[in-house]
């Protein structure tokens, strides 16, 4: 369809919720000129539970950082100036990310030869969970992905890479479908696992900074706890570079439980105001 008649569509159906119709990245470029990464939501939509599908109406779809990130600015000692593109279907509004020209992308600074040398298996992908959080009457929807889990809990089999091998391990293929993505379309397939839950508190963030000292050390703390509080999981390992000869080499690494790490929050403010902002 033409963008333009999409838009008309959206807009005469905003009540409605067609979750079979929701927005790709493509139709996002071409609506916005935006390049951008844009959320598999109608992934999200078809693993939610039917009785929180019932309740969706009126729900915020989102990245966790973008949460992050608006619930931490009122703290942050300098001015935030970020755009996000908003989309609003079936009485939802669903939040894309930042272009792709303002995000630089270098390895070393995020951390990942830190993850490669801390986590086993780092090449396999991570866990996505998908989570809810509530704020008073706000309902939002994220996918949170944690960098690691406890060896005790990790799933110790490997799974397939073709269909035929997911169907030989005993996996049942619960949906297939596709959408359109930034590269393309994409087919989605969602396979029933089976087994018992992973508790959230397993997992555990991996963060690599300078240091934490003075009020960009709190912003930084505060950034990793909410992160941290809203995947559930139960401590971030924190790697401190100061003191190195380069500035970026690793010189302290600690795991810090996500309770202590909280203790000098004011953890009540920060979801009232991150609330109200909403």
Avoid at 225 to 248: F, H, K, M, N, P
Wanted: charged share 25%.
């Amino acid at each position: 369809r033409k963008p333009q008649e999409w838009l008309q569509e959206v807009l005469a159906s905003k009540d409605e919720a067609d979750w079979d119709a929701l927005p790709g990245a493509e139709v996002l470029h071409k609506n916005f000129g935006h390049d951008s990464r844009w959320s598999l939501f109608e992934l999200w939509v078809r693993l939610v539970p039917g009785a929180v599908r019932s309740r969706m109406k009126g729900g915020i779809f989102c990245p966790r950082f973008w949460i992050v990130e608006l619930a931490s600015s009122p703290w942050v000692a300098f001015d935030v100036d970020k755009e996000y593109p908003i989309i609003q279907r079936g009485g939802c509004l669903f939040i894309g990310q930042p272009s792709r020209d303002l995000l630089p992308f270098d390895a070393l600074r995020q951390g990942y030869q830190l993850e490669a040398e801390l986590v086993p298996n780092f090449v396999q992908g991570e866990d996505h969970l998908l989570t809810e959080l509530r704020l008073d009457d706000l309902r939002l929807f994220y996918s949170s992905a944690p960098d690691a889990i406890e060896k005790e809990a990790a799933r110790q089999d490997d799974f397939p890479e073709c269909h035929d091998g997911y169907h030989g391990a005993g996996l049942d293929m619960a949906e297939a479908f596709t959408v359109e993505g930034s590269d393309g379309t994409i087919l989605v397939n969602i396979w029933d696992v089976g087994g018992p839950e992973v508790n959230p508190r397993d997992y555990v963030e991996i963060k690599k900074t300078t240091h934490l000292h003075g009020k960009a050390g709190a912003v930084k703390k505060l950034k990793f706890w909410l992160q941290a509080s809203l995947g559930a999981v139960g401590s971030v390992v924190i790697a401190t570079t100061e003191g190195s000869r380069d500035q970026d080499s690793v010189m302290q690494v600690e795991k810090v439980p996500v309770a202590r790490l909280g203790a000098e929050i004011d953890a009540s403010r920060v979801w009232s105001t991150l609330a109200a902002m909403l």
